[in-house]
């Protein structure tokens, strides 16, 4: 082997070293700072709950209600977020806890954890017969609240209809999310997993821009597919990806 070959190489590893050292860096940093970030609104948000029980039942407080509320929900998208944003950078590069996951279960607690939104938006969210499958619970549980999210903000300001269901796929459970609203475009429906986009039209929607990717990058890291397709009867839109279902005894 020429000389400068053997230079080149060994350049090569020092640099991938180099690198590997930089992201381990990387990631304890990202822990510390997501519990600095997370530190804060989770004090606002129980010193807020606090008030709003102090409150209760006095009709005299109720626009101050109103106001709690508002925070409260605030705190609760920006826990979202950090919460995200930390499984998007963190699961990459590490292989999957694969488990038990009982969607039942796991989307109850994600609408229950949705609530206020829901409420102050009119919305009803019904849930239709889920499957268990084979995954990693906080990630698909990421995926699910960013669909809701999302739901919740491109939807009609009017009172209105989230419905999540699923339908068995082979080996695997296809999962659904699917809302009314203007149904998304043909030339949009790749676009919107795209990083930092969103949809047409929607100037009031707040965000980075980077729910549907993470659920894209999650859902492909478990061997599945994600997707939209107009909703039943042409009105609205449906989110749908695929997991892989728990295997039969």
């Known amino acids: 082997m020429r000389m400068d070959s053997q230079t080149e190489i060994i350049r090569l590893r020092r640099r991938i070293t180099e690198l590997e050292r930089q992201n381990e860096e990387i990631e304890r940093f990202a822990a510390v700072a997501?519990?600095?970030?997370?530190?804060?609104?989770?004090?606002?948000?129980?010193?807020?709950?606090?008030?709003?029980?102090?409150?209760?039942?006095?009709?005299?407080?109720?626009e101050s209600r109103r106001d709690l509320d508002v925070l409260r929900r605030g705190c609760m998208q920006s826990r979202l977020l950090v919460e995200s944003l930390l499984l998007h950078a963190a699961s990459g590069d590490r292989p999957l806890r694969r488990g038990r996951v009982a969607l039942q279960d796991l989307v109850g607690d994600c609408v229950a954890l949705l609530e206020p939104e829901i409420r102050a938006r009119g919305a009803t969210v019904e849930i239709g017969e889920l499957p268990v499958v084979r995954g990693e619970a906080p990630l698909i549980t990421a995926v699910v609240n960013n669909l809701l999210v999302n739901a919740l903000k491109y939807g009609p300001?009017?009172?209105?209809?989230?419905?999540?269901?699923?339908?068995?796929?082979?080996?695997?459970?296809?999962?659904?999310?699917?809302?009314?609203?203007?149904?998304?475009?043909?030339?949009?429906?790749?676009?919107?997993?795209?990083?930092?986009?969103?949809?047409?039209?929607?100037?009031?929607?707040?965000?980075?821009?980077?729910?549907?990717?993470?659920?894209?990058?999650?859902?492909?890291?478990?061997g599945g597919q994600i997707g939209v397709a107009p909703a039943a009867g042409g009105t609205g839109n449906r989110f749908a990806f695929t997991l892989p279902a728990e295997p039969r005894k």
């Open 34 to 62: 997501a519990h600095e970030l997370l530190t804060p609104v989770v004090l606002i948000d129980a010193c807020a709950a606090t008030v709003d029980d102090r409150l209760d039942g006095d009709e005299r407080h109720a």
């Open 157 to 222: 300001r009017a009172p209105a209809t989230i419905r999540i269901g699923a339908e068995r796929d082979d080996a695997a459970w296809r999962v659904h999310v699917e809302s009314e609203g203007e149904p998304i475009p043909p030339e949009d429906r790749e676009r919107i997993f795209r990083p930092r986009t969103r949809g047409r039209g929607e100037r009031r929607a707040r965000g980075c821009g980077l729910g549907l990717t993470i659920c894209r990058e999650i859902v492909e890291r478990h």
